[in-house]
């Protein structure tokens, strides 16, 4: 099989093709052709060694991705030949609460990710991949996806009508926004680009902010909401932005941590969280149970994740290039095979 490996620590320069040898099937297994993967900002921590428990060794990276199922160990029952498959972010965190053993290992981090034209893993690290995308798009819901819909309706616990901010238009925040309007919740979103914003409004954002022209964009936030401020804001920034988001949040409403673009060192004052009544919470993906539950809802409601634009296999490394320097509205996909 051909593959990419990294060297977690390097650099994009690191980033080469190889071939690997096949190797027998466990009982419980599945051998999978990779369809698509797609890039997330979690894939460039890997490749910078700024990530937990990184290998020394060299890795198949990406996390994100969608195949088919083309073999079966013979003690499988929940896939056959012929399915299209997505991985689960943590192989071992099927449902419950998040533990220290469930979330050990991550595709493309710990153990073999998806880029590569066939995958190995066990039946209970994949779900069925949603039957009204195509690859591509299937192949963006394992790490963004996954993680808004946890951040919105597990860990965020909106219901529909609620008030949710979401902060800049990098993935997260856009698979947030069309999950949060197909659940209907009023959302609010910020950039620093009115291009983006308009962007962000045609996929039926209800009100923009400007964090550029608005410096305290927490002020704008709390004027279009009539004063009261936000039920939810899934946070991304970190450092620089949970300030402004709690001074957002409504009394009873709660803050959802899933990034520290911004910065990781957060000073948080006890009376705003005290005061208020407000949560604050902190996320990591979610289980395979709740990515059943996406995929499910994904599919009821006939949604279609946002691509930015695919690269070929051979141009791996032009889609990591464009994913970093280009600031795409969407996801960046890499086409593994038909």
Known sequence: MDAYEIMPGGSLSGLRKTSRPTVPLPAHGLRIRMLAASLNARDLSVMCGQFHALPSHPLIPLVDGCGEVVETGKKVSRFRPGDRVIPAYYPNWTDGTISAQKTAISFGAQVDGTLTTEMLGLEEAFVRAPAHLDASEAATLCCAGLTAWNALFVMG????????LLLGTGNVSLMALVLAKAAGLFVIITSSQDGRLQRASDLGADETVNYHLNPDWHDEVLRLTSGNGVDLVVE?????????SLKATAFGGRVVVVGRLSGGDIAVSAGTLIGGGRSLNGLTAGSRTMLE??????????????????????????????FVSERPFGKVSITIGS
């Open 236 to 244: 991304v920034g970190g450092e620089r932005t949970l300030p402004h």
């Open 293 to 322: 539950d996406l995929v499910r809802f994904v599919e009821i409601n006939r949604i279609r994740p946002i691509i930015d634009r695919s690269f070929a296999f051979e141009n791996a490394a032009d889609a990591y290039e464009h």
């Open 157 to 164: 616990a909106a219901r529909p009508g609620a008030r949710v």
